[in-house]
């Protein structure tokens, strides 16, 4: 199935898990983790208004290095990369170094 690039599929729940490689805050209220598992790359697309929850816990607890789990849509950005967009991040473990 190819998705074109600005689009995620509303119809389909994704789940994912990886290690947080990469954390950029694009504004307040629009977060971007690249996850890495298994040498493959996926971003996160995270926006205040489609997240389910606290989005202030996503800056104040999640750091590079830490393992979680990610519910939400799949799709492609309008710079075409494949994203997710999750309407829940869970903390599995945390990096102590």
Same mark, same amino acid.
């Given at each position: 199935?190819?998705?074109? @690039? &600005?689009? !995620?599929?509303?119809?389909?729940?994704?789940?994912?898990? =990886?290690? #947080?490689?990469? *954390?950029?805050?694009?504004?307040?209220?629009?977060?971007?983790?690249?996850?890495?598992?298994?040498?493959?790359?996926?971003?996160?697309?995270?926006?205040?208004?489609?997240? @389910? &929850?606290? !989005?202030?816990?996503?800056?104040?607890?999640?750091?590079? =290095?830490? #393992?979680?789990? *990610?519910?939400?849509?799949?799709?492609?950005?309008?710079?075409?990369?494949?994203?997710?967009?999750?309407?829940?991040?869970?903390?599995?473990?945390?990096?102590?170094?």
């Amino acid at each position: 199935m190819k998705i074109e @690039k &600005g689009t !995620f599929l509303e119809n389909k729940e994704v789940s994912v898990t =990886g290690r #947080i490689y990469n *954390i950029r805050d694009q504004s307040a209220k629009l977060k971007f983790f690249d996850i890495h598992e298994d040498g493959e790359k996926i971003q996160v697309f995270a926006t205040a208004s489609e997240y @389910k &929850g606290d !989005f202030d816990f996503l800056s104040k607890t999640l750091r590079r =290095g830490d #393992i979680v789990g *990610i519910q939400g849509y799949a799709g492609r950005t309008k710079t075409g990369e494949l994203s997710i967009r999750p309407s829940k991040i869970e903390p599995l473990s945390y990096c102590l170094h």
